[in-house]
């Protein structure tokens, strides 16, 4: 297991091959991008979210972990109601090879609930990278959706209350 562990580490920590600088995307349709969540049901984000408000945490590193569990527990702590979906986004065709022994373990640690909240993109990884940049990959990209799947608020700076209350603002 931990042999496992440090190749999941490994290719996490490569996922941002390329780089790409930081966008300001606010406004701009969201691109349509293939994943699949971690109960093996395949997504188009955004299509299959049009018609809801939704927000994307977006992290390029096993790193942005940490971002992003900082703004699940603020949109908890707030009593925010959104839809929210965490998305790994790796590129590369190393990490596309591996991407069974990825999500197997990230199931191992996220509780199985919570598993069609979590949208991995491997194929696509790339074309989000390009979209939102990628400077900073360890900082998780926070997109609030609206219901056409155009972004109505991005945030790529780490968690902060005053971002969270910007997001809560636009809800």
């Given at each position: 297991?931990?042999?496992?562990?440090?190749?999941?580490?490994?290719?996490?920590?490569?996922?941002?091959?390329?780089?790409?600088?930081?966008?300001?995307?606010?406004?701009?349709?969201f691109?349509?991008?293939?994943?699949?969540?971690?109960?093996?049901?395949?997504m188009?984000?955004?299509?299959?979210?049009?018609?809801?408000?939704?927000?994307?945490?977006?992290?390029?590193?096993?790193?942005?972990?940490?971002?992003?569990?900082?703004?699940?527990?603020g949109?908890?702590?707030?009593?925010?109601?959104?839809s929210?979906?965490?998305?790994?986004?790796?590129?590369?065709?190393f990490p596309?090879?591996?991407?069974?022994?990825?999500?197997?373990?990230?199931?191992?640690?996220?509780?199985?609930p919570?598993?069609?909240?979590?949208v991995?993109?491997?194929?696509?990884?790339e074309?989000v990278?390009?979209?939102?940049g990628?400077e900073?990959?360890?900082?998780?990209?926070?997109?609030?959706?609206n219901?056409?799947?155009?972004?109505?608020?991005?945030?790529d700076?780490?968690?902060?209350?005053?971002?969270?209350?910007?997001?809560?603002?636009?809800?």
């Amino acid at each position: 297991m931990r042999y496992l562990m440090i190749i999941a580490s490994l290719l996490l920590l490569s996922a941002c091959s390329t780089s790409y600088p930081n966008q300001a995307i606010t406004g701009q349709a969201f691109p349509s991008v293939s994943g699949q969540n971690l109960e093996e049901k395949s997504m188009t984000l955004p299509d299959d979210l049009k018609g809801e408000v939704a927000l994307l945490l977006i992290g390029y590193k096993q790193d942005s972990q940490f971002d992003i569990d900082r703004w699940l527990i603020g949109l908890d702590m707030t009593q925010t109601q959104v839809s929210v979906f965490e998305v790994p986004t790796i590129q590369g065709l190393f990490p596309r090879m591996f991407s069974t022994l990825i999500d197997n373990g990230m199931r191992s640690g996220i509780p199985k609930p919570l598993w069609k909240g979590v949208v991995t993109v491997y194929k696509d990884g790339e074309k989000v990278q390009a979209f939102t940049g990628n400077e900073k990959p360890n900082n998780s990209r926070v997109v609030l959706l609206n219901a056409q799947g155009k972004v109505i608020y991005f945030y790529d700076q780490g968690f902060s209350v005053d971002a969270l209350n910007q997001l809560r603002a636009l809800l």
